[in-house]
């Protein structure tokens, strides 16, 4: 099993649409994780830290399984400005640093 | 505030060539981190360095070399150019070991 999973889509939906992205990790001490953002040739941005209660930043919406070594990521009333590549990070493996999927990437079309 | 600073964006090198990957930070982060991405891939750790004068190795450090011998800059050394070397490489830094990193716009490098 990858350490990091995700469905690398791509994802493409209307404006306006409601989104989900998935991430399964398979370290099960994992202790922090994000969502990073990023853009076609461009750096990743962090997009949200995840919480263990779930957690909301606007449109965007945060949650996490530990029990299922899950974390989503759901983005409601999308806009064109989303469409980017979706980056689910864990912190773990031997050293303790991030360990970053592959990505999912969203098409907001108009 | 610049945050962390590469250079060069671009480079193209001959196989065999070397070259250095800067990276400067000025939010006086202990830890500093060098990935590659290939096409369709995720990021892979090259190096690390948890402080001024600490280095170590992570997913994929063949052919590569770093140092850091300041807690603002950590330079990523190539020294014979393969064209398995061609990738963006993204330097990173973070305040510890909680929180996320801040990334550098990446340096494209293509081995011909």
């Known amino acids: 099993r990858k350490e990091v999973e995700q469905d690398p889509g791509p994802f493409n939906v209307p404006e306006g649409a409601t989104v989900a992205f998935n991430c399964t990790y398979s370290n099960s001490a994992s202790q922090s994780f994000f969502w990073y953002r990023q853009d076609c040739r461009k750096e990743p941005k962090l997009l949200m830290s995840?919480?263990?209660s779930g957690n909301e930043d606007g449109r965007f919406t945060a949650q996490l399984n530990r029990a299922s070594q899950y974390i989503s990521l759901l983005i409601r009333d999308s806009k064109l400005s989303d469409s980017a590549t979706y980056l689910c990070v864990v912190r773990g493996g031997s050293q303790g640093n991030l360990i970053f999927g592959k990505g999912t990437k969203l098409s907001v079309k108009p | 505030n610049a945050g962390v600073t590469q250079t060069p964006k671009f480079r193209i090198l001959k196989i065999g060539q070397s070259m250095t990957l800067q990276c400067t930070q000025d939010?006086?982060?202990?830890?500093m981190y060098w990935y590659r991405q290939d096409p369709g891939m995720g990021l892979k750790l090259i190096y690390y360095?948890?402080?001024?004068?600490?280095?170590d190795k992570g997913e994929v450090p063949n052919g590569y070399n770093v140092s850091r011998s300041t807690t603002e800059d950590f330079p990523l050394r190539l020294e014979l150019a393969a064209p398995s070397q061609t990738s963006v490489y993204f330097c990173?830094?973070?305040?510890?070991?909680?929180?996320?990193?801040?990334f550098g716009s990446g340096t494209r490098l293509t081995v011909v």
């Open positions: 990173a830094s973070s305040l510890d070991t909680t929180g996320g990193y801040t």
């Open positions: 995840v919480y263990s």
């Open positions: 360095s948890v402080g001024a004068g600490i280095t």
């Open positions: 939010m006086n982060h202990n830890y």
